[in-house]
Nanobody
């Protein structure tokens, strides 16, 4: 089985920074796209940004500038650096990944979600 576990969330004040981490573990042959999503209270889940295994990164237009995504392929980890946080950034932040697993029968790709980490920004 595969697990994605987010960490690093918390309560911060407006203008402060947070760094979120996502660790993938389990039956992992390789990881293709990895991304961050968030769900503000009472709203739909939205894309923050997604990165390919090769390192290209696409951000949602509204997330560009203050948020930076990075990944460590050797450690199967994804990061989200969030600067100059605002109260409207308050949300549950989720990690998502397309993970290739393998066994004697071959390889297959599955999309996984983490359980999320809460980020709360006070004014």
């Amino acid at each position: 089985q595969v697990q994605l576990v987010e960490s690093g969330g918390g309560l911060v004040r407006s203008g402060e920074s947070l760094r979120l981490s996502c660790a993938a573990s389990g039956n992992i042959f390789s990881i293709n796209n990895m991304g961050w999503y968030r769900q503000p209270p009472g709203k739909r889940r939205e894309l923050v940004g997604v990165t390919s295994r090769g390192g290209s990164i696409d951000y949602a237009e509204s997330m560009q500038g203050r948020f930076t995504i990075s990944r460590d392929n050797a450690k199967n980890m994804l990061f989200l650096q969030m600067n100059s946080l605002k109260p409207e950034d308050t949300a549950v932040y989720y990690c998502n990944a397309d993970i290739v697993s393998s066994d004697d029968s071959g390889q297959w790709q599955t999309n996984y979600w983490g359980r999320g980490t809460q980020v709360t920004v006070s004014s």
